[in-house]
Each structure stands twice: as C-alpha cells, then as structure tokens.
C-alpha cells in the first residue's frame, strides 16, 4: 500500500523539525525539555531519540518557536488544501509573524478592529477604556477567499442578483478572505504560555463579527501533565494538537509514568487532545 499524504507530510514535518528544532545536547537534554525536572527530561529524550534528532545545542526560545510555527504552517499547508473533495475552496495559509504579512483584521469577520485601532491611536482615552484586548495575533491563520458566482453556479444558477446579498461567502459582496481556522503554536508549555493561548482564543470569540474560526493550538511540549493546562476545560479551544502524540503516548508509558500515561489517556478519551495528522480533517469540518 502507498503511504498517503498526510502520513507523508507528517514524516517530513518531523524529519524538518529533527534538522532545525528537535536537538539533544552534550548533556543528553532534549531541546523541547524543561532541564529542571527529570520526567520532564526522560520523556523529552526518549521522544526526541525516536524522531531522529540532530545533535546541537538547544536554540534560544524564540528562535526555536518562530521554526516550529513555520513547521506547522508548511503542514497545514501541504495537507489542508488538498482536502478541496470534503471541503471545496480556494485556501490561503497565513503566517503572521512574516513580515509584510497581513493580520487578522485583514478577514471579513474582524476588518471591523482596523476602524477600532484607527479611532483609538486618533483618541487616548479610547485607547485608556478599550485597552490592547482586541488585538489578536495568531502565529497562523488559515483563510478561504470569497467565491465568485461562476464557481457558486457551476451546477446550476443558484445564487443571483436579487437575493444573498450580504453573505461574505460571495466574491459579489466582499472582498476580503474569510478567517477560518487561528492555530496558535507552542514549541513547549509553561503555564504562562497555557494562558497566552486561552486569552487569545477569548479575544477571537469576543471581536468576531459573523462565522467563529476553529480555534487550535499545536504543542510539542512533552510533558502530559503540562498538556492538560491547555487540554483540560471547555469553550475556549476547540483542540489541543501534539506533534507527536502516538510516539509520545508509547514513550511515557515505557518509561513507566504511570500518572502521565493516565493524562494522556484522559486527554485522548475525553476528545481534548489528538495528533497533527488529525488536524488538516478537523479543519474540514
């Protein structure tokens, strides 16, 4: 049987991360570890041993987040898209942090937030009342560019110039791209960085005007009990997303965490916690 390619673009998004990221040092620490606690370094090194990693010493924190996001973002770019059978459109894979690159209010459902920047650089006690909680910056954005009628109507005329119009859905009435899914990534999880997300997903629920975007984050954070800090809970997040979750579920239960591979197994069960390979399906729902 050919290997599909989600499972090939899977083995690349790793093979990419075990040449830039993923590395152990002269220490036998991973660079996704926490240094400080022993599980978190048992687990971390067995994972990073079964992913190939290079050998080097560890990246500083951004620089080894900015790789990953770019990592995530080729995935996503490489199998969403080509899920058009399930989930026909023409989609765009943003990175934020890329400079020149447009940001959320570039959307139709948030463009409203450029007005209210707008107003509140024009007038300070604007900006004392509202403060910064509309600004929302994803690492990714995945968009979906407005339709034209020829494509609405290809099997038949469906849509025409005297009804729908005020859907953004159709190129006729808007023009700018529909924001469909904000994936925040996380190279590790430290309970700050767990919060960080939250607070952004909260922002994205508050300021939308119209379709709510599905809401994600992607970790390569190790350590099960740090994943649930994100996992746990409902409403704000649609899914945490491991790098490696199969991998990492059979690592922590041979080095025998016992506590952890109940986390996992709670995270999993309780439909919070699911692998890369899962995500470009879930988009397409």
């Known amino acids: 049987m050919s290997t599909s390619l989600v499972s090939s673009a899977r083995w ?41 990693a290079t050998r080097g010493e560890k990246l500083a924190g951004q620089t ?17 898209p080509k899920l058009t059978a399930v989930r026909p459109g023409e989609w765009l894979v943003w990175r934020l942090s890329q400079a020149g690159r447009v940001g959320i209010a570039d959307t139709e459902q948030f463009r409203h937030l450029l007005e209210v920047k707008r107003l509140s650089d024009q ?11 509309y600004l929302i910056t994803p690492d990714i954005l995945v968009v979906r560019n407005p339709e034209p009628d ?8 469906i849509a025409d110039g005297e009804s729908a119009r005020r859907t953004p859905l159709r190129m006729v009435n808007n023009s700018q791209p529909l924001a469909h899914a904000s994936v925040s990534c996380k190279w590790t999880m430290r309970s700050d960085r767990a919060q960080n997300s939250r607070s952004e997903a909260l922002n994205l ?11 994600v984050v992607v970790t390569g954070e190790p350590t099960p009990t740090r994943i649930s800090s994100l996992a746990l809970g409902t409403g704000d997040i649609d899914c945490v997303y491991h790098f490696a979750l199969p991998e990492l579920m059979d690592v922590v239960s041979r080095v025998g965490d016992q506590s952890g591979n109940e986390m996992l197994q709670m995270m999993v069960e309780g439909r919070r916690l699911r692998d890369i390979s899962d995500l470009p399906f879930d988009l397409a729902v």
Not at 67 to 80: C, R, Y
Not at 125 to 133: C, I, K, M, T, Y
């Open 205 to 215: 629920i508050r300021n939308r005007k119209g379709r709510l975007p599905h809401i």
């Open 12 to 52: 690349a998004f790793h093979q990419q991360l075990a040449k830039s990221t993923l590395t152990i040092d002269s220490e036998g620490v991973a660079s996704n570890a926490d240094k400080a606690q022993a599980a978190s370094r048992s687990i971390a090194l067995a994972l990073a041993e079964v992913l190939g």
């Open 64 to 80: 080894a987040g900015k790789n990953f996001e770019a990592s995530v973002a080729d995935f996503i770019e490489a199998t969403f």
């Open 123 to 133: 007038y300070p006690e604007l900006r004392v009342a509202l403060g910064s909680d």
């Open 150 to 157: 020829e494509s609405i109507n290809r099997l038949g005329i």
